[in-house]
């Protein structure tokens, strides 16, 4: 015991440092400040690794946790309002964020908005919106790693240069393409006749990766994994470069949809249970119970929609969640790497999540 946050009583907070120990290691010292200032508010012990209040120090200098903050706000509340509206239009029909993986922010991450006229609209920094594209044919957005990406109504796929009137053109136009994903500094397609392809990075070529079966679809994480959900409900995967084949993971008609975060895999299934597969035990765990329609993840954050509207984020803490909106109207959500949220409501409006 070389610190105690523990000493509470009416009018008097104490915190003390054991004076025998010898505090020669600043950051250890930082750490153990935050931590025992935790259990001062009224914070117990995380059993989440990776929290400032997970029990035992290992070396490593840790940010806050959605964990951390989950319990904070159990106890303190939230500030009001928690949403700052940021845009109002009827039109808006998809928002997508790109976030690079790497601590520096590129120039093109950040939010994007796809109108119903195909307008795509980019959220600055300094907090108004911009026009990065407006074609009318443009369909889905989807970016990663600083790089923003279009798929058209005829299939075709461009890429963002940076200026709203100079997108490059790296896929031709084809019906077989119906689905465009981004991770890392890749993007692919999943087309109709169950086969995926993967943009070689020049040019309008793309190397195809032959499917076992039709894909519903399909998800990558940083490493250039390709998981892949049947529409059997099997899910696949496959190692980058993809000349192994494929391995079977799962085999469960209930699995509806994938998401990814960073690494980490989850899958939802019907009965609105989430389930995540522990790489290390290669064990499938559920992490909330019933309750979700829908998942996005982004990084370490995990995020899920109930029935009712409201948005949920996971705290690492397996049937732990931190509710974000009780609003009944809500259309989706996506967050950066960072811990930044925003959600699309019905009507329209989006959202920044402030507190």
Known sequence: MIADGTSLWSGLVNITFNDDYNWNDDRLFRYTVLHEIGHALGLSHSKVENAVMFPYYDGMIHPLHPDDEAAVHVLYGWKTPRWSKIDSNSGTKFIAQVSSNTSTPAAQDGLY?????????WYNPSGSWVSVGNDKNTVQIAGSAGNLYQRRADGSVYRYTG?????QS??????????????????YLRRKDGWVARWSGTGTTWNTIEQPSISKQIAVTDKKTLWNLLISGDVVRSEYPYSSGWVTVDQNPSNL??????EE??????DGKIVWLDMDAYYWRTIEDGNATDFYASGMYLYSSHG????????GTPMVWEQLDSARNSDSVVGDRRGEVWELLGTGDILRLVS
């Open 308 to 315: 009712d509207g409201s948005i949920w984020r996971y705290t």
């Open 265 to 270: 895999f989850y899958k939802l299934q019907t």
């Open 170 to 187: 790296i896929g031709i136009a084809s019906d077989n393409n119906i689905d465009l994903v981004t991770a890392a500094d890749a993007v």
């Open 257 to 262: 949809a994938i998401a990814v975060g960073g």
């Open 113 to 121: 908005q796809l109108r119903s006229t195909g307008q795509i609209m």
């Open 163 to 167: 200026t709203s009137s100079n997108w």
